[in-house]
C-alpha cells in the first residue's frame, strides 16, 4: 500500500535530500525530486588540444530566453511521437524483456496521453525505482479513476524509463542474442538528443543511455555497418572530443568499437581514456554503491562544473603518460523499490558482479602488462572477488596485478543496514547492502580467501580510511565504514580526514588523497634496469657519501 499526503509539507525537506543523494554515493533515500540540468550541444576537441591542455568542462548553461514556458505545445508533441516510437521499438524485441520491463512498457503506454510537461514533486513517501531523479510508482496497479491518488509522470520520466529499457535490450547484442532493430531507430535516437539540446527540463541520464546505446550498436558488425552511416553516430562521434568527461568516456567507447581494425571491443560497462599504443601499465576504478563511473571520480571542489569531469581520466593521463586508465560502470543502487527493479542488476551480488567484470577487463586485455585496482566502498569489494577468482581462471592477472587502492571499503561490513532500518517505508535495503552488513558471512569468507592470496603474491596493497561522519539528512549522520572495517589486514594503512562521499574525491592535486594515490601507482610501475653508465655513477656517488667528501 502507498503511503499518501504530506506533499507539501515535506517539500523542503525533499529539496535537501534529493541535494543529498546527489552528493552520496552509499545511501540513497528515495525522495525523487527530480533535479534540472540543462545540457548543450558537444563539441569536437580542436586539432591542436593535447593531453597537457588545461580541461575545463563543457558549459551546462541555461539556453538563452528559455523559461517556465519554454516547452510549447509543439514541444510535446514531438517528445509524445518519440515515445510513441521507443514504445514500438521496444515491442519488436519484447522476448528480451524481463516481466519488470514490461511492467514499465505498458505503464508507458497508458500514461503517454496525461502526462505533465515538466518533472514535479513526487510524494516524498512513495516506494519507488530508482535510477537517479527518475521514478516509477509500484506497489499498486494503475487505475485512471484514482488518478488524484498518483502523481502525473512527467514526459521526461517516461523517456528515460523507455531508454533504460532499450539500452537492456542492446545489452544481448553483446551476448549473441538477436535484437530486431529498424532502421529508424537511428533517427529516433538522434531527435531524442535533439529534444534534449533544445529543452530545458531534461536530464544528462537520457544522453548517457543514448549514448550507452549507441555504443552496443557499434560493436556489431552486422549492425555497425548501418550505424556508422546514421545521423546519431555522426553527432556522437563528436563526444570523445567533449571535455565532459561522461560524453568523453562513452563517445571513445563507441568510435573504439565503430573501428573495424579495433583488437578488442570494449563491453557494456567498461569505459577506458584516450589509450596510448603500447601502455606501460593499466590502472582500473571501481565505484560503488549508487555511485557512477561519471561522477563518483569526480574532484571535490564545489564548483558548478565540477560533475561534468574526472580526475583519474583528467589528472592520472597527465602524470602517467604511456598508461591506460579504465572505469568500470554498473548499477548498484542502495535501496531496492519494494521488490520492483528495472533489470536485474539491482539484485545482482558481489561475488556475480565480481566474475562478470574479470571476463570483461580480460577481453580488453587488462591482465596483460602491470596493473593497479582502484576501488570505493563495495568497488574494493568487487575488485577482491575479480582477483579470488582470477586464481582459478586467470592465473596471469595475479601475477600482473601490483597494487590495489581500497578507499573506505567495508571489508568486515558497514553499519547501513541497521541505520536504514529506521527508514522501513522510504527505504528498503537492496540485496548488496544486506550483503554488506556487519559481519555478513559472505564478507568474511571473501576476506580469508584475499588474505591467502595477498600471503601468497607480491601484491602490494594501500587501504585510505575516513574519519568524519557522512550526513544524510533527516538527523542520520554515522561513519559508514568504521576504521576496523577499512583495514583488511594487510599492507599500508591511512586515516583521512574526510567522510565516506569525499574520501574518493580529491580536491585538487595538491589534496594529500590524491598524491598518496599518485605515488603508490608511481612505485607500482616498473623502471627499467640502469644502464652501465648510471650504475657506475650511483656507485660513485655512495662512496663519496660514504666518506663525507664534499665537492
Known amino acids: 500500500m502507498l503511503v499518501r499526503g504530506g506533499v507539501a509539507a515535506a517539500t523542503l525537506a525533499s529539496a535537501y535530500a534529493a541535494k543529498r543523494l546527489i552528493e552520496s554515493d552509499i545511501l540513497s533515500i528515495k525522495l525523487n525530486v527530480p533535479v534540472e540540468r540543462t545540457p548543450t550541444a558537444a ?28 516547452l510549447t505545445i509543439l514541444d510535446v508533441s514531438k517528445k509524445q511521437e518519440v515515445v510513441r516510437k521507443l514504445i514500438k521499438h521496444i515491442r519488436a524485441n519484447e522476448k528480451l524483456l524481463n516481466e519488470n520491463c514490461k511492467q514499465v512498457l505498458e505503464y508507458a503506454e497508458r500514461s503517454i496521453n496525461r502526462i505533465a510537461v515538466k518533472p514535479s514533486f513526487v510524494n516524498p513517501m512513495r516506494p519507488t525505482l530508482s535510477f537517479f531523479d527518475t521514478f516509477y510508482p509500484v506497489g499498486e496497479s494503475f487505475d485512471e479513476s484514482d488518478s488524484e491518488n498518483y502523481d502525473i509522470p512527467s514526459l521526461e520520466t517516461i523517456l528515460t524509463q523507455l531508454l533504460r529499457v532499450l539500452q ?67 553527432d556522437l562521434t563528436k563526444w570523445e572530443g567533449s571535455r565532459v568527461s561522461m560524453r568523453h568516456l562513452i563517445g571513445h567507447r563507441m568510435n573504439h568499437n565503430a573501428d573495424p581494425c579495433a583488437a578488442y571491443q570494449i563491453p557494456d560497462g567498461v569505459y577506458q581514456a584516450d589509450t596510448p599504443e603500447n601502455p606501460e601499465i593499466d590502472v582500473v576504478f571501481v565505484h560503488g554503491l549508487n555511485g557512477s563511473a561519471f561522477y563518483t571520480w569526480r574532484p571535490g571542489e564545489r564548483t558548478k562544473n565540477s560533475i561534468n569531469r574526472c580526475w583519474p581520466t583528467e589528472w592520472l593521463r597527465r602524470e602517467f603518460r604511456n598508461s591506460r586508465v579504465i572505469l568500470l560502470d554498473f548499477e548498484a543502487p542502495s535501496s531496492s523499490s519494494v521488490g520492483q527493479q528495472l533489470s536485474d542488476d539491482e539484485e545482482v551480488s558481489i561475488d556475480r558482479r565480481g566474475e562478470q567484470f574479470l571476463k570483461k577487463l580480460r577481453q580488453i586485455g587488462v591482465g596483460e602488462r602491470p596493473t593497479v585496482f582502484i576501488g570505493h566502498s563495495m568497488g574494493g569489494l568487487v575488485i577482491k572477488k575479480i582477483l579470488v577468482s582470477a586464481q582459478s581462471q586467470f592465473p596471469r592477472l595475479i601475477t600482473n596485478t601490483q597494487g590495489i587502492v581500497f578507499l573506505s571499503t567495508p571489508h568486515f561490513g558497514s553499519p547501513i543496514v541497521t541505520k536504514a532500518a529506521r527508514f522501513p517505508k522510504i527505504f528498503v535495503p537492496s540485496r548488496t547492502v544486506l550483503e554488506m552488513d556487519t559481519g555478513h558471512s559472505n564478507l568474511l569468507q571473501l576476506n580469508y580467501h584475499f588474505m591467502k592470496l595477498m600471503l601468497s603474491s607480491d601484491i602490494k596493497c594501500l587501504s585510505l580510511a575516513e574519519s568524519l561522519p557522512t550526513n544524510f539528512g533527516f538527523g542520520v549522520s554515522f561513519t559508514v565504514v568504521p576504521l576496523l572495517s577499512a583495514y583488511p ?62 665537492l
Do not use: W
Open 489 to 550: 589486514g594487510c599492507g599500508r594503512f591511512v586515516v583521512l580526514k574526510a567522510n565516506h562521499v569525499d574520501i574518493c574525491k580529491p580536491r585538487d592535486r595538491d589534496d594529500i588523497l590524491y598524491t598518496t594515490v599518485r605515488d603508490f601507482i608511481k612505485e607500482q610501475i616498473p623502471q627499467p634496469p640502469p644502464t652501465v653508465e648510471e650504475h657506475s655513477l650511483g656507485y660513485l656517488n655512495r662512496e663519496l657519501n660514504l666518506f663525507d667528501v664534499e
Open 43 to 70: 563539441h569536437a576537441r580542436k586539432p591542436e588540444m593535447s593531453i597537457d591542455t588545461p580541461m575545463p568542462s563543457d558549459t551546462l548553461a541555461p539556453l538563452e530566453s528559455v523559461d517556465d514556458s519554454a
Open 168 to 234: 537492456k535490450i542492446s545489452q544481448h547484442i553483446e551476448n549473441g542474442k538477436y535484437v530486431y532493430l529498424s532502421p529508424v531507430i537511428y533517427k529516433d535516437l538522434a531527435t531524442v538528443l535533439t529534444l534534449q539540446y533544445s529543452s530545458k527540463f531534461t536530464s544528462l541520464i537520457n544522453e548517457l543511455l543514448v549514448g550507452r546505446i549507441a555504443s552496443n550498436f557499434a560493436s556489431h558488425d552486422e549492425i555497425r555497418a548501418k550505424f556508422v552511416k546514421s545521423k546519431l553516430f555522426h
